[in-house]
């Protein structure tokens, strides 16, 4: 079975640290993503990378980095964060191909305080 | 641009009856993939059912059925005989074909299923 695990399923900041949030795959997929959930927005995606230390900006990237050293791992870095990124963050890898899925996490709920 | 539509922000169903999750897509790509995910409240996004825009017939997968409608650019998620353990969160997404691995979802639909 496909394992995507999340560093923490919570998480409490406050305002101006920084904070990072690791995924782990075990399957070997190319991809990785980074979403971000809120209420009546569905997911949006901030970032995803198809290859080691390669990375694309996603649809809300700003204030957010990332970093991808080994195949396996994806890490959301919030430079300062803010209560606006207050959120559910979810993870998600891939193989590249049209008919494959995306296997999630089980999300970070992160409150910035 | 490309989009998905829910319309449907929550929709109420009894017991052991069928239930139909409206979707629908903007492309102009004629290679693209379509999925459906469940959302437990515990949070993880649970696949359901993929089809893609070249499948000639509708996607099944147990009690989970895509109404494939490529004209009218639906794809609705049809659960028949529903259970309780269906109420979640349900999420449309679409992947446009050659060149991008990205999924694009919708707002959802929160399903409650009552006795």
């Known amino acids: 079975d496909v394992k995507v695990t999340q560093s ?9 640290e920084k904070v990072f949030l ?9 991809n990785m993503f980074w979403y971000r959930q809120d209420p009546g927005l569905g997911l949006r995606l901030i970032y995803f990378s198809y290859d080691v230390k390669m990375k694309e900006k996603g649809d809300i990237p700003e204030g957010y980095s990332v970093s991808r050293e ?5 890490s959301l870095i919030l430079e300062s964060a803010s209560t606006n990124q207050t959120s559910m963050y979810l993870c998600a890898s891939s193989f590249p191909s049209l008919a494959e899925t995306q296997y999630f996490g089980p999300g970070t709920r992160l409150l910035v305080l | 641009a490309q989009k998905i539509t ?3 922000p929550g929709m109420f169903v009894q017991e052991k009856e069928a239930v139909t999750l409206d979707c629908t897509y903007d492309t102009s790509d004629q290679s693209y993939g379509l999925f ?4 437990p409240s515990s949070g993880e996004m649970i696949f359901l059912i993929y089809q893609g825009s070249y499948d000639e017939q509708n996607a099944t997968e147990g009690r989970y059925s895509l109404n494939f409608q490529k004209a009218r650019k639906s794809a609705n998620l049809v659960i028949s005989a529903s259970q309780l353990g269906d109420s979640a969160m349900y999420f449309c997404a679409m992947r446009e074909g050659l060149g991008t691995d990205k999924l694009i979802f919708g707002t959802g639909t929160r399903l409650q299923v009552f006795p």
């Open chain 1, 70 to 74: 080994k195949k396996e791992r994806f």
């Open chain 1, 22 to 30: 690791e995924c782990v795959q075990d399957m070997d997929h190319e």
């Open chain 2, 36 to 39: 459906w995910y469940k959302q």
């Open chain 1, 8 to 16: 923490s399923r919570y998480l409490v900041k406050r305002t101006g």
């Open chain 2, 6 to 8: 829910q319309t449907q």
